[in-house]
């Protein structure tokens, strides 16, 4: 059904008109139709909002007219949620004005946004897990008849607003059961039930399947067409370009960049726009230099947290020096999977080694702290979770692995000085930002946490570096930092295996990449042969495409 | 029918315990009736302990201050009864005791961010600190809680004398069972509240009113605690002892857990609970096994917490129990 061909890296080598300074026009707020015939729904000026010291915003001023997609463009920290937070009543700016269709009162709270016609997909979605569809879409605004919820009513009104969007939910399905695309529409859904004239969608595809993703810029482009605004906050520039009318790039709480006309502005240009700098987007790597076999897996059966297979006789190989990517929608297997590589969740058969000849480790069934020792570093998929502890501070997380060895502990006393040396080494070298080793990794941004994470792995010179979703929700110049490092691991001989359910993510940093689908390996390719295409059919369970 | 296809294990359940109940009575009709009567009997501040529970937990407060509300409870009721010779006024100082008891809950915790664990531990100690400060013997109250035959429905066999010719409290606890259920699973109010518990920033962005919804909640939901201890000391019995609570306000929180947090599964496994009491006691009194006494006495506490445990499967709390809410999170 999806259509995975698309590919909207353009072309064009015009240059992006931007503008070093704020937008050029100026009003007082009024509805006015002079610069178009189009009628302007949102106009913010000079809004400024700090926390403390740190300015979150910066006299910022941008316009979004009726039927347009406006991309808000920036990296983590870039004060692009506490923007839109304001426009929903979320939060209170410090001065300036938010001016919706002419008014330009102050918006006292969600409520109030909601009665003016503004609709938010938040990151975090804000549904209550435990109940169906139709009770989160009538929370706040219920109908009731004789004194009792009117259910049938929702459930219609469900029914209703899913045919004339195109968007399929079962009003009665209960959201916790729904994958993450479905529940994202429930939020679409639940927002357009009230008359919405702006969508705001905060970070709408951080979560999302390349397929899901796709369909969710077609959805906004029919709403958009259908007379909807929309404002988009992402950092994924792919999708500026494929969705967005025009754009806005913020950079450090100010808007450093208008693209009114997206078409002949490349990724690049926006990268460069949202950093400052000149990213790399291509990782520059040379050639794989591949040796022994590091990690061997044969057979390998997981189980889910129901208890279904998950992994169904997954094999692979990879080798000293080589990055394999392991590509797959979401879903497929990879979580139960690499799980079980670190230890995490018991095996249900198969056999996992490590090292080969005499060297060889079985880490079938070893646990997590085993497996950790033998020499395979982990970089987990929630790091929120797996990854950091966040009330404990940068320098005990970057010795999490190691906190029991030597020169971090002498027999079972803890050396707090060699921890902190080493933090402060780190900190350096992995550009960590924070004002301390000593403040709570979990106050840092996600970008910086991940670093944590990654230096802490890294730095205890894994034999086998696993990274699942290394670059989730973090920001263009943490990724580009974080790649590097991969890389580098690589070069210094470790073997390094690459989880992620960004096609682009495994395109530029594989040497050999393996297609997961339905929880084995369905085909396997050389990086540097590697047709995105193809691999979006091979992921989508297409065997006749290899 | 819908419903009864999701409910069908929770629905043969009942009618199979109603079927043997009924065997029962028709084989020996004065040791049923009397048993059933003593275990809804002792099942009763239990209900009503664990309809607290309910409320504030899926409110998204946890209140281990039951025990102590419902002291605080029947002391006021039973002093304020004995002050001023009426049973009225007692019954309304319970109520009113409740509810403070409720409203200091709620204003700690859900305004004052208190720890929610450390809010309820405070309120036993205030609560048996001041009952056992303020306590006078010797006072009387004119009469406890009469009982009374409501038409009709008394005439029932078995069911009618157990439950329908009690005290006000007893079928107050009954009634209440039914509309908790109706309010927090089929209208306005009971949908946001299981949302503020679940859920509170979606309730929140959905211009729900949290704080003020938890508030009112955890305040409203003392008034039933008053209610149980007032049913300790007015009906059940006619007089206050120090303590007289006696850890029932923890067993309710045992049987809210093995309720599920649902309404009617704490009503059954109160009653549960009450007919293994009473069980208990049947053997004590027949002697027809030499067991030690305290075994026997330990017997409905193992049993119920085997048979509900079991049954009772893998059972999940409200998601932000305990959570203090903290706007723009």
């Known amino acids: ?546 | 029918m819908e419903w009864l296809n999701r409910n069908k294990v929770w629905v043969g359940t009942a009618a199979l315990v109603l079927v043997a109940a009924y065997v029962f009575y028709f084989i020996n009709g004065t040791i049923a009736v009397s048993m059933f009567s003593n275990a809804w009997f002792l099942a009763v501040p239990l209900v009503l302990g664990a309809m607290v529970g309910v409320i504030g937990e899926r409110s998204g407060v946890v209140n281990i201050g039951i025990e102590g509300q419902m002291l605080v409870g029947a002391f006021a009721a039973f002093f304020a009864a004995a002050a001023t010779q009426s049973i009225v006024v007692g019954v309304i100082a319970g109520a009113l005791s409740g509810l403070a008891m409720g409203a200091f809950l709620a204003f700690t915790t859900v305004k004052g961010q208190l720890d929610q664990i450390i809010a309820g531990v405070v309120i036993n100690i205030i609560a048996t600190g001041i009952t056992s400060f303020y306590f006078e013997s010797g006072k009387t109250i004119p009469r406890g809680l009469p009982n009374f035959d409501v038409p009709l429905l008394s005439k029932i066999p078995l069911i009618g004398p157990v439950f329908f010719s009690d005290g006000p409290i007893a079928l107050f606890a009954l009634v209440i069972v039914f509309v908790i259920h109706v309010l927090l699973f089929k209208t306005k109010w009971g949908l946001r509240t299981r949302a503020v518990g679940e859920y509170p920033s979606a309730a929140d962005t959905a211009g729900i009113n949290v704080i003020a919804l938890r508030l009112v909640n955890v305040s409203l939901a003392g008034i039933l605690a008053g209610v149980a201890g007032t049913y300790l000391s007015m009906e059940a019995t006619s007089s206050f002892e120090r303590g007289m609570s006696s850890g029932r306000g923890f067993l309710a929180l045992a049987i809210l857990i093995f309720g599920a947090w649902r309404p009617m599964r704490a009503l059954a496994a109160a009653l549960f609970f009450g007919f293994m009491s009473a069980t208990a006691s049947q053997l004590q009194a027949s002697d027809v096994v030499n067991i030690p006494q305290q075994f026997i006495n330990l017997l409905p506490y193992v049993l119920t917490l085997v048979v509900l445990a079991a049954a009772a499967g893998r059972v999940r709390a409200p998601g932000a129990v305990g959570q203090p809410f903290v706007k723009g999170d």
């Open chain 1, 1 to 546: 059904m999806t259509d995975t061909s698309r590919n909207p890296e353009p072309t064009t080598a015009a240059a992006a008109s931007t503008e070093a300074s704020g937008p050029a026009y100026d009003n007082d707020g009024a509805t006015t139709t002079a610069s178009g015939e189009r009628e302007t729904l949102l106009e913010i000026t000079g809004l400024s909002k700090s926390f403390g010291t740190v300015h979150a915003n910066k006299d910022i001023s941008l316009r979004v007219d009726r039927g347009e997609i406006v991309a808000l463009l920036g990296e983590n920290g870039a004060g692009k949620s506490t923007l839109v937070k304001q426009i929903f009543g979320l939060m209170t700016p410090d001065s300036g004005t938010i001016s919706i269709k002419g008014d330009a009162s102050r918006i006292k709270d969600p409520k109030d946004a909601i009665r003016r016609g503004i609709g938010m997909v938040h990151q975090h979605f804000q549904l209550v897990p435990v109940m169906t569809v139709a009770e989160n879409m009538m929370l706040g605004h219920e109908t009731t008849s004789g004194g009792l919820l009117d259910l049938d009513g929702a459930r219609q009104m469900v029914r209703e607003l899913s045919a004339k969007h195109k968007l399929a939910v079962d009003p009665d399905a209960e959201v916790e059961d729904l994958p993450v695309g479905t529940q994202q529409r429930v939020e679409i859904l639940k927002a357009l039930s009230r008359r919405v004239d702006l969508l705001i969608l905060d970070e709408p595809t951080a979560v999302l399947t390349p397929q899901e993703t796709d369909e969710l810029l077609g959805v906004m482009k029919e709403l958009a067409a259908g007379g909807t605004s929309i404002v988009f906050i992402t950092h994924k520039l792919r999708e500026v370009l494929a969705a967005a009318d025009r754009c806005y790039v913020l950079r450090q709480g100010a808007v450093v960049g208008q693209v009114d006309d997206l078409s002949g502005t490349t990724t690049s240009d926006l990268a460069s726009m949202m950093v400052g700098r000149d990213v790399v987007l291509r990782v520059d790597k040379a050639e794989a230099t591949p040796g022994e076999t590091v990690l061997s897996v044969k057979g390998l059966q997981v189980r889910d947290d129901r208890g279904l297979p998950a992994v169904d006789g997954f094999d692979l190989e990879v080798r000293a020096g080589e990055i394999v990517g392991l590509a797959g929608v979401e879903g497929n297997g990879q979580r139960e999977l690499v799980e079980s590589l670190a230890g995490m969740r018991p095996s249900a058969g198969g056999t996992v080694t490590l090292g080969s000849g005499s060297d060889t480790v079985d880490l079938t069934r070893s646990n997590a702290h085993d497996t950790n020792n033998a020499g395979v570093g982990h970089v987990p998929e929630d790091r929120e979770k797996h990854g950091i502890v966040g009330g404990w501070s940068i320098a005990d997380n970057l010795v999490l692995n190691r906190y029991d060895e030597a020169p971090f502990a002498r027999g079972f006393v803890r050396d707090f000085g060699a921890v902190r040396s080493h933090a402060v080494e780190l900190r350096e070298e992995f550009d960590i930002r924070s004002p301390n080793v000593d403040v709570p990794a979990g106050s840092l941004s996600g970008g910086n946490k991940q670093k944590v994470v990654v230096a802490r792995e890294m730095s205890a010179r894994p034999r086998l570096l696993m990274a699942a979703q290394p670059t989730r929700g973090v920001d263009v110049g943490s990724i580009e930092f974080i790649h590097r490092r991969i890389v580098e691991a690589r070069d210094a001989g470790a073997a390094v295996l690459l989880v992620s359910a960004e096609l682009d993510e495994i395109l530029s940093l594989s040497d050999r990449i393996a297609v997961i689908h339905g929880g084995r390996v369905v085909a396997e390719v050389a990086g540097q042969d590697a047709d995105r295409t193809e691999i979006g059919r091979l992921m989508a369970g297409d065997s006749d495409a290899h």
